[in-house]
C-alpha cells in the first residue's frame, strides 16, 4: 500500500508523534503561519514514515516566477526502499505544478550517489552544484 | 568607491531603472509583503548595478533553525570584476547571521566554475549537488 502524503493538520496532532522541542514548536508554528512554507509527512498505517517540507520563492525573474525549493527529506531507518521517498517527491513535483512553479529544486549531498540517481529517474537534473556556508 | 547594497524601498523608486511587466510587478508586490523574502540591489554612482534575492526559509530541524538561500545573483555585464559581487554575497552573509540563520546557501551552475571559487573564497563549500526540475 502506498503511504499517504498530507500536511500535518494540527500542532497537537503532529506531536503525537514526537516530540517537539520549544524552538521546533516556535518553527512549526511559524512554517503553519506561512502560505509558502509546509512541512508534509507520509503515513502509512498510522504511522508517520517520512517527511519533507516544501517552500514557494516567489521571483523577479521569468516575468515573476514562483520557485518551489525541497528540504528535509526524511525516510525513517525501518522504512527505506518502500517507494516512500518516491511517493513523497511526486507529491512535491505536483504540488509544485499545481502552483505553477517554474520548476522544482533541492540540494543532495555530493556523497548521497544513489540519492542523486533517485532524483534523476524523477526528471532532475544534476545542472548545479549546491553550496553552502555555516554560519554556526 | 564600494557599491552600496540596499532593498530597494519602492516599486514605483525600483521601477525607475527599468521596466517591470505585469508579472514582474505582482511579484515585487509579492516579495515586498513577504518579511522572509527580499530583493536587493546594488548601487554605484546612483545606478543599479546588481541584484539578488535572499529568502529565509524555517525549518524543524536543528531546534527550528533558519536557513537563508541566495537566489537570482545578477551582476551588470559591463561592472563584472569589480568586487560588486563580493559586496553583495558579503551583505547576505552579514544579513544571514544577523537574523540567525544556522546556514547560507545558493545554488551555481556546474559550468561556471570561476563562480564555483568566489563563493569558495566566501566561506561557501560546494557540499551538495544542487538538482533541478522544470516544469514548464
Redesign the interface.
Given at each position: 500500500m502506498d503511504p499517504a502524503v498530507q500536511p500535518p493538520p494540527t500542532l497537537p496532532s503532529a506531536s503525537q508523534h514526537g516530540t517537539?522541542?520549544a524552538?521546533?514548536?516556535?518553527?512549526?508554528a511559524?512554517?503553519e503561519g506561512?502560505p509558502?512554507?509546509q512541512?508534509y509527512v507520509a503515513e502509512r498505517q498510522g504511522r508517520v514514515v517520512g517527511t519533507f517540507?516544501l517552500?514557494f520563492?516567489?521571483?523577479?525573474?521569468y516575468?515573476?516566477?514562483l520557485?518551489a525549493?525541497v528540504?528535509?527529506v526524511h525516510v525513517h531507518s525501518s522504512q527505506r526502499s518502500h517507494g516512500i521517498g518516491r511517493v513523497m517527491m511526486e507529491y512535491a513535483?505536483a504540488e509544485?505544478?499545481r502552483r505553477g512553479?517554474?520548476?522544482?529544486?533541492?540540494?543532495?549531498?555530493?556523497r548521497r550517489t544513489r540519492a542523486?540517481e533517485f532524483?534523476?529517474r524523477?526528471?532532475?537534473?544534476?545542472?548545479?552544484?549546491?553550496?553552502?556556508?555555516?554560519?554556526?
Open positions: 517537539l522541542g524552538g521546533q514548536s516556535e518553527a512549526f511559524a512554517i506561512d509558502n512554507n512541512v517540507q517552500t520563492i516567489r521571483q523577479l525573474s516575468g515573476g516566477c520557485v525549493q528540504e528535509s513535483i509544485a505544478r512553479a517554474l520548476r522544482i529544486q533541492l540540494t543532495s549531498n555530493v542523486h532524483y534523476e524523477l526528471g532532475f537534473r544534476a545542472s548545479h552544484k549546491g553550496m553552502k556556508l555555516y554560519l554556526r
